[in-house]
């Protein structure tokens, strides 16, 4: 199942009209793009839970067969939560094991490694999981002896972070640098990859809003259930914020040995300068405009003489009559455009 009905706050104002799954990564929708790393492990039946502008998401992904999956629409009245999704998508997931993922995270991470911790533990849930070492703000998972014991808040940065190369205080025994050692090693998150046995049903209370982390995984914990925590390697980017989406955009351009990804009937001028850029459908940059690390909404001109540089762009009217969400950056007209400015 992939989980899907969030509202792309923070990735407003590319979510003003469509949801989040429905908005293109490299020229695929976002929860296509996952659909297909899926299928790449044998998923061939796949649920997505839908909310906020569902049909954008439907039109966008159609059955699924062009991702080689066969996709099943379910549908939330109320947002349920990451746990309450799963009870109400429960008719398509029961039978069996089964995979949930986050609709929102680039990765090749080995699926196949964690179906053999999986089974190899013999656990009611396995959850990949991988170092964060720059303490960015996933919060921590605590293990012991490859299992999951709870979960803690955001990650602290502490001196030993600070510098790689500070000197460690003369006459230091062995003991003293492996036990600071372990007190400095990097924290471990949560990928948003977990493998489940049907049997979780027992822990989801039914027909209401609940979250794995906090109301269900606990609860397991507690009665002796085994969640097996696989710490994974490979490539990893979750793109929940428009900083995220551009970088993991120009991560996986730079790998392909690219500067820029564009949609269907965009345009960019002979005279026109564009680098780093993401460009999304029927966006046209005139002669002599500049754009430069920034990401094109559907429909966006700009104009001859114009320079987009760390911002993220969609049409003004767009915006007209719309709140900005509180999660959301601020942003302001330009012409016909609406402009979000990124900080560096």
Not at 120 to 136: C, H, S
Not at 182 to 191: I, K, R, S, W
Not at 203 to 217: E, L, M, N, R
Not at 298 to 317: H, L, N, Q, S, Y
Request: with cysteine; glycine share 8%; aromatic share 6%.
């Amino acid at each position: 199942m992939i989980l899907a009905a969030g509202y792309g706050t923070r990735l407003w104002p590319l979510t003003i009209d469509r949801a989040k799954p429905a908005i293109p990564f490299m020229n695929r929708p976002l929860v296509g793009y996952v659909a297909e790393y899926l299928a790449g492990y044998g998923c061939r039946e796949i649920a997505v839970n839908l909310h906020h502008r569902a049909d954008s998401v439907r039109s966008a992904l159609g059955d699924g067969s062009r991702f080689g999956v066969k996709l099943h629409y379910v549908e939330e009245t109320e947002i349920l939560g990451t746990s309450g999704a799963l009870d109400n998508a429960r008719e398509w997931l029961e039978d069996d094991t089964f995979v949930v993922i986050n609709g929102k995270i680039v990765t090749d991470i080995d699926l196949n490694q964690a179906f053999e911790t999986h089974r190899r533990r013999n656990a009611l849930a396995t959850l990949v999981l991988r170092p964060n070492p720059q303490r960015e703000r996933f919060s921590v998972v605590n293990t012991h002896d490859g299992h999951v014991t709870g979960f803690g808040g955001m990650p602290t940065i502490n001196n030993a972070d600070a510098s790689d190369n500070a000197e460690e205080p003369s006459g230091s025994s062995q003991l003293e640098k492996m036990n600071a050692s372990h007190a400095n090693a990097a924290p471990l998150m949560f990928t948003g990859i977990q493998i489940l046995e049907p049997r979780i049903f027992n822990y989801i209370p039914p027909k209401i809003f609940s979250h794995t982390t906090t109301d269900v995984y606990p609860q397991a914990i507690s009665r002796g259930e085994v969640i097996a925590a696989h710490v994974a390697d490979g490539s990893w980017h979750e793109l929940s914020t428009l900083e995220r989406y551009l970088e993991t955009h120009l991560a996986v351009l730079k790998k392909e040995g690219q500067r820029i990804v564009k949609g269907e009937n965009s345009i960019i001028e002979a005279n026109a300068h564009v680098e780093d850029a993401v460009l999304w459908e029927n966006v046209l940059v005139e002669d002599g405009a500049r754009v430069r690390r920034a990401v094109l909404g559907e429909g966006v001109c700009v104009r001859k003489g114009e320079e987009i540089e760390d911002a993220i762009v969609v049409r003004a009217r767009l915006v007209e009559g719309e709140e900005r969400p509180t999660k959301a950056l601020r942003g302001e007209v330009s012409g016909g455009n609406f402009v979000v400015p990124l900080t560096r």
